[in-house]
């Protein structure tokens, strides 16, 4: 079994930053891929960052220049580096890992969400 623990949500003033981590622990072989998604009051959820294994990135139309993820390897930590931050900007943020276990299977990873609020 694997653990994503997320810290650093909270509330800041719109143009301001906040930084994420995420980071996951237990039955790991390699991370895959680690990245963070958002869930708004009455929307589905979606992509907001992910980086593989091998160092590729993909960002949502609606942060590319102002979010940037990172990973920290040797920790099995990913980071979300948000600036510029706006109200629309306002949801819990998810950890999700794709993780290969001792078995060779890859599996699929959520943390518990943490939440970030932005006021305008």
């Known amino acids: 079994q694997v653990q994503l623990v997320e810290s650093g949500g909270g509330l800041v003033q719109a143009g301001g930053s906040l930084r994420l981590s995420c980071a996951a622990s237990g039955s790991i072989l390699m991370i895959e891929a680690m990245g963070w998604y958002r869930q708004a009051p009455g929307k589905q959820r979606e992509l907001v960052a992910r980086?593989?294994?091998?160092?590729?990135?993909n960002y949502a139309d609606f942060v590319k220049g102002r979010f940037a993820i990172s990973r920290e390897n040797g920790k099995n930590t990913v980071y979300l580096q948000m600036n510029s931050l706006k109200p629309e900007d306002t949801a819990v943020y998810y950890c999700n890992a794709d993780v290969r276990a001792w078995d060779l299977k890859t599996y699929n990873y959520w943390g518990q969400g943490t939440q970030v609020t932005v006021s305008s």
């Open positions: 980086m593989t294994n091998g160092g590729s990135t």
